[in-house]
């Protein structure tokens, strides 16, 4: 552990004395609680607490800021980059049981949770009063977990990320203080816009413990079409023009053959092993009609084979389950090996060609990689297969990964669309955004957490 930082020991007896039989020491659960779906190797931490409320958070932060605790905030485990390693030891606070829906108010479309709802339970709640929340990354997330990365997913395209979604934060401060930012009005002009500030912070600048969310009516009606096409240009260019045209698509979503391959093994399906592109609208059933008819169209212009589209719920959930299965589909791929999940975002423009030459370069390298995404932002994941035991295939794998970044900057892009920097993206960011805004990010870093306890070694790159 680095000098600079505490011990948890020193302050266990008071956290036994708050929480009862609510914190752990047990190897396995520091070991889970260090943790995630991503390649880096896991950092447990000293302990685990397990906070019922915002001031139990705040009182827990406040013993780990008096002696000098890092203090990692922890959700679903569910994050890519490192997010919840505990680096420098420290104390894992699991907001898991704070799991209440607090408000929901239908009428002007917004609620109130606990940073511990989990994505699937929010959508169950809603549904039954005819709403929706709109951002969907795959996985079963907390929704503190997903404003903490600033996620997005598949409905992105039509309705935006965490940071569109989110109307204001309860935040844990450094010190134990308690800020809550934002409100249930659609625009403010008071002041400096904290919710923005926290949204994607990782946890780096505050323990996010409720999020007020944007919600939405379920629509009247929605339509899903895909099609396979017999090359990848074919169906990256499908959907560009597919959002040059304005045609308003909620989902548009890409697999590559590769991809499709291991989805029919996973799944049990049967779709022709080729890249596919598939699409949702949102609106009356005449509108989704229109849109959809119109996207064949411009999928038939590039070659499309087999455009179907159904508003068939059954069918539209069948088609979206592939989707959210595709990760697991990937790792079937090489059960036995690790699986390196990255994700990078360009201008639409430059899209095509980005895909193109991040796949020519995975055949080339001979590792198993399926290529899937977000297309309609111009987001895309690679899932690289590899074995960690093996150093030559480790270091391959990371520099197919460097030159996949490299390759986003060098068109305008970013090192990360939606998966956030945790610390396996540390060294990009300075390359992406600059000396000046990194030293800027840690001097607000500095003043909001002036002794580095909170998540320590994540987001922003050390001097």
């Not at 040059?244 to 989805?263: F, I, T």
């Not at 305008?412 to 920097?421: D, I, S, W």
């Amino acid at each position: 552990m680095a000098g600079r930082y505490g011990s948890v020991g020193a302050i266990l007896p008071e956290v036994r004395a708050l929480l009862g039989e609510r914190v752990t020491t047990s190897p396995d659960e520091r070991r889970h609680h260090g943790t995630d779906e991503g390649w880096q190797d896991p950092a447990a931490p000293e302990a685990v607490a397990f906070p019922h409320s915002t001031e139990e958070v705040a009182r827990l932060v406040r013993l780990c800021t008096e002696a000098r605790v890092p203090v990692i905030p922890f959700g679903a485990g569910t994050s890519f980059e490192g997010g919840v390693g505990a680096l420098h030891g420290g104390l894992c606070l699991d907001l898991s049981g704070m799991q209440r829906i607090l408000a929901v108010h239908d009428s002007d479309l917004d609620c109130l949770v606990e940073a511990g709802v989990r994505r699937t339970q929010l959508e169950e709640h809603l549904g039954r009063r005819g709403l929706f929340f709109s951002v969907d990354p795959g996985a079963d997330a907390t929704v503190g977990g997903m404003a903490a990365t600033g996620a997005s997913g598949t409905t992105t395209v039509g309705y935006g990320t965490m940071r569109e979604a989110v109307l204001g934060l309860t935040v844990v401060l450094a010190g134990g203080e308690v800020v809550r930012t934002g409100g249930r009005a659609r625009k403010s002009s008071a002041g400096y816009d904290l919710t923005h500030l926290f949204l994607g912070s990782e946890g780096t600048l505050g323990v996010i413990t409720e999020v007020a969310l944007r919600l939405h009516g379920i629509p009247e009606a929605s339509a899903v079409g895909r099609a396979g096409f017999a090359e990848l240009a074919q169906a990256v260019q499908t959907a560009i023009e597919i959002m040059q045209r304005g045609l308003g698509p909620v989902r548009l979503e890409l697999l590559d053959e590769v991809q499709v391959a291991a989805s029919n093994a996973y799944s049990g399906l049967d779709l022709p092993a080729q890249p596919h592109l598939l699409v949702e609208f949102h609106g009356t059933p005449g509108a989704v009609a229109e849109q959809a008819a119109a996207a064949g169209e411009v999928a038939a212009a590039y070659g499309a084979q087999g455009w179907r589209s159904t508003s068939d719920p059954t069918e539209r959930r069948r088609l979206w389950k592939i989707r959210h299965e595709a990760y697991y589909a990937a790792r079937a791929l090489r059960p036995a090996v690790r699986g390196m999940v990255t994700d990078v975002c360009v201008p639409l423009s430059r899209l095509a060609d980005c895909i193109a030459e991040t796949r020519a370069d995975l055949d080339a390298s001979g590792i198993p990689a399926p290529i899937l995404g977000h297309v309609g932002d111009g987001n895309f994941h690679v899932v690289l297969l590899f074995d960690p035991e093996d150093r030559g295939e480790l270091a391959q794998v990371r520099a197919v990964h460097d030159r996949l970044v490299e390759r986003a900057l060098g068109m305008g892009g970013t090192c990360t669309g939606e998966h956030g920097v945790g610390h396996g993206k540390l060294r990009y960011l300075a390359a992406e955004r600059g000396a000046a805004a990194v030293a800027a990010m840690r001097a607000v870093k500095a003043a909001l957490d002036p002794q580095g306890i909170m998540n320590p070694g994540k987001v922003i790159p050390p001097e």
